[in-house]
């Protein structure tokens, strides 16, 4: 009797079938209930922007709405010359060029398919935190490569390890690097001749710590050698409709980065393009909304500690890490019976099994009505 067949490798499977779940559907039996309340459902689940995009904004996207033609990939002049000056100015990075920066269409499409469009696969590693946004582990699936967590990336096997991916501050922790451990790190990944992007999407919300760029000169030597930054207007500008990011850092890792999205199409639109160059150029819109956002976490973490929570972390970021050290389902069910919707915890590992994450991300009037439930 001749042997079963060996299953089809990963990389010939169809790409549904090396997917988990997605999480947020495991929600809605709990929103569904978090609805019933009669003061309606405060949903703290999600890091969507509600507050409105800045009108300067917007002006621009307007007037850039006369744009028949394809836009390119590599983004206007007026668009590069916005993103070098950010990185100069905000992250301290020095001697960025235009051949150093990349648009991209919001920074969840650039994690799912950059270990695609690196030629990642079956017997390439990438490396992730512990707990970590669910995404960077999809786009280890989606390229057929292996995934596996760390602590210290420092103490991972580097032989076969393709990417490294950093989140500080990170999602859903809240968690900052500091300087010196970002210094440590990028010195590893060079000697070992590893790939590292760090996701810095939450650099302009720390709280109680001033988040660190891997392009600062003070982390990796004033060289971009091996690191790239994403970067994200979704959060600090309120675009998260725009599908607005872009990466800065090693030319030698983005020029055929940008090769590959010529290809596969991956433009920003004109109008948002306009929109990006308006929003990097002034800082006045991202004090506000982080004003906004302080008040926030302010009123909900103090309404969370006398609740019985306590909270980790949570020193940057638009979430706060809470556990009532229970199965985070549990607590999740408790939160929706009173109408507040968060996230459990286990969607970002299994480490997170006891936490849930409580976003910021709600108007005034619906976090005022969560601390009012809570205080019940």
Known sequence: MSAAPDPAPAARRPLADRLPTFPWDKLEPYKKTAAAHPDGI???????????VPELIQKALVAAADSPGYPTVWGTPELRDAITGWVERRLGARGVTHRHVLPIVGSKELVAWLPTQLGLGPGDRVALPRLAYPTYEVGARLAGADHEVYDDPTRLDPAGLRLL????????????????????????????????????????????????????????????????AVHSLSKRSNLAGYRAAFLAGDPDVLRPLLEIRKHGGMMTSAPTQAAVVAALGDDTHVREQ???????????????????????????SLYLWATRDEPCWDTVAHLAGRGILVAPGDFYGPDGDRFVRVALTATDERVRAAVRRLAE
């Open 165 to 228: 991916w950093l989140n500080s501050p990170s999602n859903p922790t809240g968690k900052v690097l500091s300087k010196e451990e970002l210094t440590r790190i990028v010195a590893w990944a060079r000697e070992h001749g590893v790939l590292l992007f760090s996701d810095e999407c939450y650099l302009e919300l720390g709280w109680e710590a001033d988040p660190v760029s891997v392009l600062h000169p003070d982390v990796n030597g004033g060289s971009y050698e091996g690191i790239v």
């Open 42 to 52: 405060v949903d703290l689940s999600v890091g969507t922007p509600v507050d409105p």
């Open 290 to 316: 982080r004003e906004r956002y302080a008040a926030r976490r302010t009123v909900l973490r103090e309404a969370l500690l006398a609740h019985g929570f306590r909270i980790e972390h949570s020193e940057a």
